[in-house]
């Protein structure tokens, strides 16, 4: 079992930084991929980030945020981050931190494909 609690979230204008934080519990972090989604209300939840959890780490993320977010993980500290530059309106949503069990990055993008889920945190990108 891994529990996992997000913080980080909060009130920005457009154009700001923030960064999320996804502490991890019960088991070690390094047997798992890491994921990053986002639910805006009315809409499905949707796939942000994932980094996998091998000794050199891979990285994957939808479009939109390409070159603006950054996902990482510190295994020694049971943590993944997201750090988000050039946050847009569009980004406000409730972020979640979701884990995968296994060493491969099948299916990273698919919510179904994760074990371990977040409650989330509120990010609101608004002025």
């Known amino acids: 079992q891994v529990q996992l609690v997000e913080s980080g979230g909060g009130l920005v204008q457009p154009g700001d930084s923030l960064r999320l934080s996804c502490a991890a519990s019960?088991?070690?972090?390094?047997?798992?991929?890491m994921g990053w989604f986002r639910q805006a209300p009315g809409r499905e939840r949707e796939f942000v980030a994932a980094?996998?959890?091998?000794?050199?780490?891979?990285?994957y993320y939808t479009d939109p945020v390409k070159g603006r977010f950054t996902i990482t993980r510190d295994n020694a500290k049971g943590t993944v981050y997201l750090q988000m530059n050039s946050l847009k309106a569009e980004a406000t949503a409730v972020y979640y931190c979701a884990a995968k069990m296994g060493l491969n990055a099948f299916g990273y993008s698919s919510a179904s494909s994760y074990n371990y889920w977040g409650q989330g945190t509120q990010v609101t990108v608004s002025s």
């Open positions: 019960g088991r070690t972090l390094s047997s798992y991929l």
């Open positions: 980094v996998t959890s091998g000794g050199v780490a891979r990285t």
